[in-house]
């Protein structure tokens, strides 16, 4: 197995089968630290920069907290406004990484540009991990997801998905090709104007990935052992930033997972994932339902994120 030690978390696409295991066995390893909430001195000689230039609670936070748990330091910034790359100059991501390589050891970055994060690790000779790259991917959120799932389910392969939501969202395609290494069926319900493209599918189907698509989450429910949900009410993700403006609508009985669809269609051991944040798609009083599992994923979210930074900073092998 490759080492993680020095490496980009770009992508899941190139991620092989043993290597989400060995970081699921990492994440086991370090969750206690984040479960007694104590903080150790794993990384105390680092420091984690955060480049975002789009919104975030979860993914900076995360990450952020996950530093200080194993005891590192951060700085960085979490609106490019108040960078040189968002005012008159709009500084290039080279020139920006140029100079944040050298405040600290490792950066995770966010952007509305579908690759930036790419772009960034060309020129970094420290490690970038994507936190979210306009309609791209984000990776980590997709390790959370799968680590969440085998903690409650106790396996990844055998297990029936059911993805609901934007398919031109972030998560979608990480998920899509994490799944390639599992034996996971899923079935993908969108909007038509939110479907899967032809070319995302035709790689799919290269990579042997079992899914097909429906219309209405009535046609899956039943089936699933995953649902993982995303809003189909949503900003623009290629926007440095999308304000809500007036009256944005409300989710379709299509892409909507409410507690009486639960209670009625779905299996009793089923489990709901959604990585927040969401509109109406998964109504609050889904959350003290038995399916819910997005506070547990939110909790495992900072677990993922101290697992991937002592991989990639050499802390852990
Ligand atoms: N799930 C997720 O990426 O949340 P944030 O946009 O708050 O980081």
Redesign the pocket.
């Known amino acids: 197995m490759r080492s993680f030690a020095g490496r980009d978390i770009l992508s899941l696409k190139d991620f092989e089968r043993n290597e989400f295991f060995h970081i699921f066995d990492v994440a086991a390893e370090l969750e206690p630290i984040a479960v007694q909430r104590r903080n150790s001195d794993l990384l105390k000689e680092k420091t984690l920069v955060t480049a975002f230039y789009q919104?975030?609670?979860?993914?900076?936070l995360a990450h952020e907290a996950a530093m200080h748990r194993l005891g590192g330091h951060v700085t960085g910034f979490a609106d490019a406004k108040m960078t040189r790359a968002g005012d008159f100059y709009q500084e290039s991501i080279k020139d920006t990484v140029k100079m944040l390589e050298f405040y600290g050891d490792v950066i995770v970055m966010r952007h509305f540009q579908q690759g930036a994060p790419h772009e960034a690790a060309k020129w970094a000779s420290i490690p970038i991990i994507n936190g979210?790259d306009g309609w791209g991917e984000?990776p980590t959120?997709i390790l959370t997801d799968l680590y969440t799932v085998l903690k409650e389910k106790g396996t990844i392969d055998g297990l029936k998905w059911l993805a609901v939501g934007d398919m031109r969202m972030r998560t979608m395609h990480s998920l899509a090709y994490a799944l390639t290494q599992f034996d996971c069926p899923i079935t993908f319900v969108s909007p038509p104007e939110m479907s899967l493209t032809e070319e995302f599918k035709a790689e799919l189907r290269q990579y042997s990935l079992d899914f097909r698509e429906a219309e209405h989450v009535e046609q899956a429910i039943a089936d699933a052992d995953v649902i993982l949900v995303e809003p189909v009410v949503q900003p623009d993700y290629t926007k440095s930033r999308d304000e809500r403006k007036g009256d944005v609508g409300l989710t379709p009985a299509n892409y909507k997972i409410t507690r009486e669809l639960l209670a009625t269609k779905a299996k009793s051991d089923a489990i709901l994932l959604h990585?927040?944040?969401r509109m109406d798609e998964v109504p609050t009083d889904v959350d003290i339902t038995r399916w819910s599992r997005y506070w547990q994923e939110a909790f495992n979210g900072v677990v993922m994120r101290m697992a991937l930074l002592a991989l990639v900073l050499g802390a852990m092998e």
């Open positions: 919104p975030s609670t979860r993914t900076r979210g984000h959120q990585s927040l944040p």
